[in-house]
């Protein structure tokens, strides 16, 4: 089955450095996990130019940057300086302890990005930094960019999961990566689409909650993300962002959202 949901109405806007916070577990009705499986989160993340993120620190977060509108400007106590944009990616494996900062300068575009936070195997794992140019590919193409440690993708989470973009041109019909036994999860990042006969436009995400084939017709010129997920993998549970305490399970954040989305139409927000 293909559960649908909207677009998230849980933002924390903190002047100029606004989060759009995106639990996949949220799409199920009686889900006790805010997560599904290996993935935590996904977070669209916005940075106004000269909006410096301080140092801060994740432990047993794996943290994955894709950054399809702008430049994110990152620096760490490992490696330094790196910038992470449309042609390059970032695979941050926190384990034991990461420390980072992100930054836009005032003569930067405005930055928007999905931030991934993917639960690791186990806990404590040694920490890690990927960063690398990825490979343009044609229109209407899945790109795979991330997979499990023993996989053949460029950059790697420690869990079983695989993560795949595509831009899709209007009309197009593609179909969505498959694997036996993993299960689907897609974030649409801009333009339109069809999938199982329900819509989705910006910031819309679906899980297919089996390993049945699916496909999309874009309504729209499209960008889509899409993971491929063993809901059965080992986890950690102890992420600093992906499994914060806070964060309420599916069946008390659903009715949350309900009243969120209705008080957002009446205030005319997005």
């Known amino acids: 089955?293909?559960?649908?949901?909207?677009?998230?109405?849980?933002?924390?806007?903190?002047?100029?450095?606004?989060?759009?916070?995106?639990?996949?577990?949220?799409?199920?009705?009686?889900?006790?996990?805010?997560?599904?499986?290996?993935?935590?989160m996904v977070a669209e993340t916005i940075l106004d130019p000269g909006r410096l993120v301080a140092m801060h620190e994740h432990r047993n977060d794996e943290i994955l940057s894709w950054v399809p509108d702008g430049v994110m400007r990152h620096d760490d106590r490992a490696s330094g300086k790196l910038i992470t944009d449309r042609a390059h990616l970032m695979v941050m494996n926190a384990g034991q302890s990461f420390w980072h900062s992100e930054e836009t300068l005032p003569s930067d575009p405005p930055l928007r990005m999905l931030q991934i936070l993917v639960r690791p195997r186990s806990l404590d794992l040694p920490a890690n930094i990927q960063h690398g140019p990825i490979t343009p590919v044609p229109a209407n193409q899945w790109r795979h960019l991330v997979g499990p440690e023993d996989g053949d993708a460029p950059f790697f989470l420690r869990n079983a999961i695989d993560v795949y973009d595509l831009r899709v041109e209007a009309g197009a019909a593609v179909a969505f990566p498959k694997a036996?036994?993993?299960?689907?999860?897609?974030?649409?990042f801009s333009g339109a689409a069809k999938v199982g006969g329900a819509g989705f436009a910006d910031g819309d995400q679906g899980l297919l909650a089996s390993d049945d084939q699916l496909e999309l017709v874009a309504v729209r010129n499209a960008l889509l993300i899409a993971f491929l997920i063993d809901p059965n993998a080992p986890v950690v549970r102890?992420?600093?962002?992906?499994?914060?305490?806070?964060?309420?399970?599916?069946?008390?954040?659903?009715?949350?959202?309900?009243?969120?989305?209705?008080?957002?139409?009446?205030?005319?927000k997005a």
Not at 13 to 28: A, H, I, Q, S, T
Not at 180 to 188: A, M, V
């Open 180 to 188: 036996r036994g993993r299960h689907l999860y897609f974030y649409l």
């Open 238 to 268: 102890q992420g600093t962002i992906g499994d914060h305490p806070k964060i309420p399970p599916a069946y008390l954040a659903r009715p949350l959202l309900h009243v969120l989305r209705w008080r957002n139409r009446l205030l005319g």
């Open 1 to 40: 089955m293909l559960y649908r949901g909207a677009k998230s109405p849980v933002v924390r806007d903190m002047g100029g450095f606004k989060v759009r916070l995106n639990m996949p577990g949220w799409l199920l009705p009686r889900h006790r996990d805010h997560g599904y499986g290996p993935l935590a």
